[in-house]
């Protein structure tokens, strides 16, 4: 294990009721501060080893610890971002924003003046009123981000955030969150089956094989970001042969 | 339910109902309630009776024939609503008062032009059943998936293939769902029409047993009316599940 | 017609069982649905009878409500209670059992308690189905009353309806009949109109906004 992991994991395992076995044996250790992604092809327990990160399955065998601390259930420094977007349909924007510092207590204005930051972080500021059948996939996703901004957790939990909105917002939400992330002290757990969106976005790369899933490889890009422009890191030679690199290992497991 | 560590399913607790049933019968607790085992002794003996097959058959007659009525002028003209809009609005609007209301009180009117009798009865069925038939034979076909309408046009299906090959087929599940509705409906039509008839098939014999305070009698009736409803619609459920499976996929 | 006052005068005596009774089945019927639906156990001892009892004709139980209860108020109330609760407690059941499961997950994930889940998510979301039984509730109350009327005895407009039947009025007899059928069909029609507006489908959620 890393020295600066936050989060642990020590010999998880995960079968299920029915015998199937999901996750054996995973050693990991995710690094405080990166954005690290858990990529694989379908059936591997990714979202499923995401999700027992983030306490809400637990696991069979094995230990998960955050923050120097074991762990078995949801927490303050862990927040999740749902693949289906999971928005409350009868509450505005700005309600479902405050949604988990509503659940902790706080006060009312209190939470929607916090709330009220982040919805302009992620640039809804004039949709705060508005249901969500009223919005965009895109925009659904941006309210499930912001709430998961809103209660100031260490670590966030993504579950393929992306995979519901179409290729071209999917291009416009990896830069964006990029750009949202540069300046806060946040560490990232990303779960996606795209390479591409993988290697654009990580520090780190965890390369998950199918069921049972285990730690296949973990993959370092080195693409300077420094100075270029999304569309030149997208041509840039490192991204290019990490991408490769990477579709030659899962080519094997399709 | 986990008892001992063991899950029990849940049909057991029906078991636990009949043991307080027999426990609150024993006991007297109250002067309506016979033992159970009372109850399943009675109706052993009344089921063998003359009188007995007498009710049965012209309860399960009027039920044959109302809900055969409901079927056979429900569906089609659920199918008719469906494709033709304008029809739709117009009938549209007497199904839905109808299909809410209390069509009970429509007895006395049937009694005075149809007399007392079996076909009263079956006039009941039909009406207590007819309604639901229609409206979710109604949504079936138009909520039928318009690329497969396409697509059958598109390789030359003609209007009669459209219908029984696609269409039908398509909006099954939710008629199955509309006559089990319409099955459960009936069996009430059955009995509410001969209560207020009084002089025939199973409702004469709830009306005798409750007067003359024979309550074996009456709630081994009561389990067999009841039990026959049940499994009538069981029967058309698992009709319904048999073509769930391509319920969600189209 | 009877527009000599007459009518009014039948469903006021009508109306108040029918009233009581739909309340009386709505608070236990709600309440009961509610509790199989947030408690295993409590599923497991109703689920099976509520299922039979939501198939079978209830209405065989008032000739003996009628021997137990005489030919009063009581009696007539009890028909509509006994008609009415058994789609009350199954819609609210369903209601319950049906809260979007990704919903509460997410509850859980952002710490929410046993109580918060229940009060925030699950019963809020429950509203469009509970009401939608209590739509069907008030349909099987009119036919409750109606029956109880034609069978145990007649008052109100049970009552015009057999006196015109015996006398061989026949027009008015109809008429009679008509306006219990246009009144229940107003209101459930009522119902319907609230329903949508207080819980429109795009409120539910059923177009998978969350």
Redesign the interface.
């Given at each position: 294990m890393p020295a600066d992991a936050i989060i642990e994991l020590k010999a998880v395992g995960k079968t299920y009721e029915a015998g199937v076995e999901a996750l054996s044996d995973i050693n990991l250790g995710l690094l405080h501060g990166a954005l690290s992604t858990l990529l694989g092809p379908s059936g591997c327990g990714k979202t499923t080893l995401l999700k027992i990160i983030a306490g809400l399955i637990p696991t069979s065998r094995g230990e998960v610890w955050v923050k120097g601390r074991k762990v078995d259930g949801p927490g303050p420094e862990r927040a999740f971002v749902f693949q289906d977007f999971a928005l409350l349909p009868w509450a505005n924007v700005l309600r479902n924003v405050a949604f988990g510092l509503e659940l902790r207590g706080l006060a009312k204005d209190q939470r929607e003046q916090i709330a009220r930051n982040h919805i302009n972080e992620v640039g809804l500021k004039a949709f705060e009123s508005s249901y969500p059948h009223q919005l965009s996939g895109g925009m659904r996703q941006r309210v499930g981000l912001a709430r998961a901004l809103t209660v100031d957790a260490d670590i966030i939990l993504m579950d393929e955030p992306f995979s519901s909105v179409d290729e071209q917002t999917r291009r416009k939400f990896q830069e964006e969150l990029l750009d949202l992330l540069r300046y806060k002290k946040k560490t990232v757990i990303f779960v996606t089956h795209s390479i591409e969106e993988a290697v654009y976005l990580s520090d780190r790369i965890v390369l998950l094989s199918p069921r049972p899933g285990t730690v296949s490889q973990i993959i370092q890009p080195s693409i300077d970001r420094q100075g270029k422009d999304p569309d030149e890191i997208r041509r840039d030679k490192n991204y290019l042969d990490t991408v490769d690199q990477i579709w030659q290992i899962l080519k094997q497991y399709v | 339910m986990i008892l001992f560590g063991k899950k029990i399913p849940i049909l057991f607790s029906l078991l636990v109902w009949c043991i307080i049933w027999e426990i609150i019968g024993r006991a007297k607790l109250s002067t309506i309630v016979p033992p159970f085992s009372a109850v399943i002794a009675a109706a052993t003996a009344i089921i063998p009776t003359a009188k007995f097959s007498a009710a049965a058959s012209i309860s399960l007659r009027s039920f044959a024939l109302g809900m055969g009525l409901a079927l056979l002028v429900g569906i089609p003209l659920g199918v008719l609503m469906a494709r033709v809009a304008s029809l739709g609005k117009i009938l549209g609007l007497w199904v839905n008062i109808f299909i809410s209301a209390p069509i009970s009180a429509l007895v006395p009117i049937l009694m005075a032009v149809v007399g007392i009798g079996e076909t009263t009865v079956v006039v009941t069925v039909f009406l207590f059943a007819v309604f639901v038939i229609i409206i979710d034979t109604q949504v079936g076909i138009k909520q039928a998936d318009r690329s497969l309408v396409e697509m059958a046009r598109c390789f030359g299906a003609n209007r009669r293939q459209l219908y029984t090959k696609v269409l039908f087929l398509s909006a099954l599940p939710e008629i199955l769902a509309g006559v089990r509705l319409g099955v459960i409906r009936g069996v009430k039509g059955v009995v509410i029409g001969q209560l207020l008839i009084a002089i025939i098939g199973v409702g004469e014999l709830f009306e005798l047993y409750s007067q003359h305070f024979l309550m074996e009698e009456f709630w081994a009736l009561v389990i067999i009316v009841f039990a026959f409803a049940f499994a009538i619609s069981e029967a058309v459920a698992f009709l319904e599940r048999r073509v769930e499976y391509y319920a969600s996929t189209r | 017609m009877v527009a000599d006052g007459s009518l009014a005068k039948a469903y006021l005596i009508t109306l108040q069982p029918l009233v009581i009774g739909i309340a009386l089945a709505s608070v236990a019927g709600m309440g009961f649905g509610i509790a199989m639906g947030l408690s295993?156990?409590v599923?497991?001892?109703?689920?099976?009878?509520m299922?039979?009892l939501?198939?079978?004709?209830?209405?065989?139980?008032?000739?003996?409500l009628?021997?137990?209860y005489g030919i009063g108020l009581t009696s007539k109330v009890l028909a509509v209670v006994v008609l009415a609760s058994p789609v009350i407690v199954m819609n609210s059941y369903k209601g319950i059992r049906n809260a979007n499961p990704?919903?509460i997950?997410?509850?859980?994930?952002?710490?929410?308690?046993r109580r918060?889940e229940i009060v925030?998510?699950i019963l809020?979301h429950a509203g469009a189905l509970i009401f939608a039984g209590l739509r069907?509730g008030v349909?099987m109350g009119?036919?409750g009353?109606?029956?109880a009327e034609?069978?145990i005895t007649p008052t109100g407009?049970g009552d015009l309806?057999?006196y015109n039947?015996s006398v061989a009025d026949?027009p008015n007899?109809?008429a009679a009949?008509v306006s219990?059928?246009v009144v229940?069909?107003l209101t459930?029609?009522a119902l319907e109109r609230l329903e949508r507006k207080l819980f429109p489908p795009?409120?539910?959620?059923l177009?998978?906004?969350?």
């Open positions: - | - | 295993r156990a599923e497991w001892f109703s689920l099976p009878i299922i039979v939501q198939a079978a004709p209830m209405a065989a139980i008032i000739p003996l009628t021997y137990m990704s919903l997950q997410m509850c859980r994930a952002f710490l929410g308690t918060q925030k998510i809020p069907l349909a009119f036919i009353i109606v029956i034609l069978l407009i309806i057999t039947s026949y007899m109809f009949i219990i059928i229940a069909a459930i029609y795009e409120i539910r959620g177009d998978n906004a969350g």
